[in-house]
């Protein structure tokens, strides 16, 4: 079996392989890119068809069988051909995109083309096959890489025109004069102990003399902190000290604020679960809102509760990047287990990387899934 052409992993297992129309269409197991057959597959399946045929007719030609008294010799003769051509398939088949793939440079294109239809007077210079400086739009130069957004696409996560159309939306909130930052703007993000570390690290390096980190923070347990932002026009700005004051907001009231605002953006965002194709392992699902705020679910134990009556199990909760949540029953294993695999995938090749592992919140708060 060839690799998957969108991330060079096995896209799908023998047994999975030889069940119905998998042969002909599925999702990788992987990274659940949506696949069609090759043409090795489908002249290996051409194959079998006729060698059924040409041994159905062998039997009865040539052996004497009868359709209506020996069903069970012309059903095992046919098993022959079915069971040979599903190896010989499945060792020389695979898949190959639903859809074409764009290259990064005609990504890139088409978003300079989707860009230039809104501001006609941009003027745009290619640096390399994702970076580009776009000039003379309200007086701003704005350097734009496309990296994290054709990583987006070319993962399947999210269709071509939400990806661009996001970059686009980016774009122009950068282009507009910024607007006064209000409390309206304050929301609760996860990040891992790995990041606040680093955060650490870096203010050294730079100089910085005080004490602790310039923004808000509290741990959410060994893997985890939480964050406060302000969601601006312009893009996400970590909450000081300074501006909590500023807001007359008390320190204690924070992360009420910020989860009053953040089930305000669910709600305006269509927040949502959508099934993921296991293959029948087990019962898996997303969680998706906007691609910043999907891992803030995580602190917001409302919502959880919602999805556990949804799903009628506990919630076991997967964030290996801040757009990409997975959510499993504690009492589904197989679920589970395909979802710690997409996870450690995720985690290790997607941006804003978070966490590997899944989580559990209760009462006591929140822990790593432990699996009994």
Avoid at 54 to 78: C, E, H, N, P, Y
Avoid at 211 to 222: A, R, S
Avoid at 248 to 260: A, D, H, N, W
């Amino acid at each position: 079996m060839k690799n998957c052409p969108h991330c060079n992993q096995r896209p799908i297992a023998f047994g999975a392989w030889c069940n119905g129309i998998n042969s002909l269409a599925t999702h990788c197991v992987h990274c659940g890119a949506k696949l069609k057959a090759n043409t090795a597959t489908w002249v290996c399946i051409v194959l079998i068809v006729i060698a059924m045929v040409a041994v159905v007719a062998a039997g009865i030609m040539i052996f004497g069988l009868s359709i209506r008294t020996d069903q069970l010799k012309l059903i095992l003769l046919l098993s022959l051909p079915v069971v040979a051509g599903s190896f010989v398939g499945y060792h020389f088949g695979g898949y190959s995109a639903a859809s074409s793939l764009l290259s990064k440079t005609e990504f890139t294109s088409l978003y300079c083309k989707s860009l230039l239809a809104r501001y006609p007077q941009a003027q745009i210079q290619f640096s390399d096959e994702l970076t580009i400086t776009i000039k003379n739009v309200n007086g701003f130069e704005v350097n734009k890489h496309l990296g994290n957004a054709y990583s987006a696409y070319s993962s399947d996560s999210r269709p071509l025109e939400v990806v661009i159309n996001e970059q686009l939306a980016s774009f122009e909130t950068t282009v507009k004069p910024e607007t006064a930052k209000t409390r309206e703007h304050i929301f609760p993000v996860v990040r891992s102990a790995d990041f606040i570390a680093a955060s650490k690290q870096q203010l050294q390096d730079a100089g910085f003399k005080g004490g602790d980190l310039p923004f808000c923070y509290e741990p959410i347990n060994q893997d985890l902190f939480l964050l406060y932002v302000l969601d601006t026009e312009t893009g996400m700005q970590y909450l000081s000290p300074e501006a909590l004051e500023k807001f007359g907001i008390q320190r204690e009231q924070l992360k009420q604020l910020g989860l009053e605002y953040l089930k305000m953006h669910f709600a305006e965002r269509h927040a949502q679960l959508e099934a993921i194709d296991t293959q029948g392992k087990g019962k898996l699902y997303r969680f998706r809102v906007d691609g910043n705020y999907d891992a803030s679910l995580l602190v917001f134990p409302t919502k959880i509760a919602e999805i556990a009556a949804a799903i009628g199990d506990t919630p076991v909760i997967f964030i290996p990047a801040r757009d990409t949540v997975f959510i499993a029953g504690k009492d589904d294993a197989d679920a589970i287990e395909f979802a710690a695999q997409l996870a450690a995938k995720g985690y290790a090749e997607l941006a804003y990387a978070i966490s590997p592992h899944g989580y559990v919140i209760d009462e006591s708060g929140c822990d790593r899934y432990q699996r009994g």
